[in-house]
């Protein structure tokens, strides 16, 4: 079985090689199961839920400003402005 790029494999064949096919699927490759020649079902890898960015926000209220730093909103301001 060809390990590149997704694959048409009609039921039939698809149910003979289930093993092989969620193989291709845990290396991230796409398989197309089709019926009579028509595509019925796509075989995808999971994909794994990431975890929600969380902002340590006493570590960043406990760490000092630099003198001469520019805030965040200025700075998002002067990009802004220079895009005109």
Not at 51 to 80: C, H, I, Q, T, Y
Request: charged share 35%.
């Amino acid at each position: 079985m060809v390990l590149e790029g997704p694959v048409l494999i009609n039921v039939r064949a698809a149910k003979d090689s289930l093993s092989s096919l969620l193989e291709r699927a845990a290396q991230g490759l796409e398989t197309i199961i089709t019926s009579d020649g028509v595509p019925k079902a796509k075989l995808v890898p999971v994909q794994k839920k990431r975890k929600p960015f969380r902002v340590n926000w006493e570590l960043l209220r406990s760490m000092p400003m630099r003198k001469g730093a520019m805030r965040s909103e200025d700075l998002v301001r002067e990009d802004r402005d220079g895009r005109d």
